[in-house]
T-cell receptor, first 114, second 115 residues
């Protein structure tokens, strides 16, 4: 049973560019959330997707957008990259409708903006 | 708004000894869940232990146990018989008890187990 998988593992982008990160949820899960973890800090919630729609969003600018596909996989897009966007981006999956159910995290995508 | 505070940025413990990591949280919700996650250098976020707020009994998982004080909004993690593999960042985290699985993390405590 595959867990949460993310790609790419590492990438380097230039300021002003755009980036797309991908996530496949754990088998059987239908909800995907994205988190940003800056170096030395705890993860911060970006947004969550369920039934191909953004269900809730954290305090992140519109430069951060996402998408969920019919197979429940998801993409995180960041436009007009800033140096401050350098971070580990974590994807998490869960099954909707179950209060307090266990959330599974992927190993993350390291983004460096130069 | 919900917040999670971890007042110990770094801690160390001798191998085989016991260590306690502190966490406090703030919420007006009555139905919520608390977690401790471990993040080793590999960066994989691993669930260590969870506690349902409606349960008075403290959760335990092998060498890991919690001291949940609901009135004080305190949720500490005790690691017994510390092992070298316990070296990692530990995050205290909170989730409101709805199906919207948004997790709020604390800033983390870096734990080093010394041989």
């Amino acid at each position: 049973d595959a867990g949460v998988t993310q790609s790419p593992t590492h990438l380097i982008k230039t300021r002003g560019q755009q980036v797309t990160l991908r996530c496949s949820p754990k088998s059987g899960h239908d909800t995907v959330s994205w988190y940003q973890q800056a170096l030395g800090q705890g993860p911060q919630f970006i947004f969550q997707y369920y039934e191909e729609e953004e269900r809730q969003r954290g305090n992140f600018p519109d430069r951060f957008s996402g998408h969920q596909f019919p197979n429940y996989s998801s993409e995180l897009n960041v436009n007009a990259l800033l140096l401050g966007d350098s971070a580990l981006y974590l994807c998490a999956s869960s099954l909707a409708g179950i209060s307090g159910n266990t959330i599974y995290f992927g190993e993350g995508s390291w983004l460096t903006v130069v | 708004a919900q917040t999670v505070t971890q007042s110990q940025p770094e801690m160390s413990v001798q191998e085989a000894e016991t260590v306690t990591l502190s966490c406090t949280y703030d919420t007006s919700e009555s139905n919520y869940y608390l977690f401790w996650y471990k993040q080793p250098p590999s960066r994989q976020m691993i669930l260590v232990i969870r506690q349902e707020a409606y349960k008075q009994q403290n959760a335990t998982e092998n060498r890991f146990s919690v001291n949940f004080q609901k009135a004080a909004k305190s949720f500490s993690l005790k690691i017994s018989d510390s092992q070298l593999g316990d070296t990692a960042m530990y995050f205290c985290a909170f989730m409101i008890g709805t199906s919207y699985d948004k997790v709020i993390f604390g800033p983390g405590t870096s734990l080093s187990v010394i041989p």
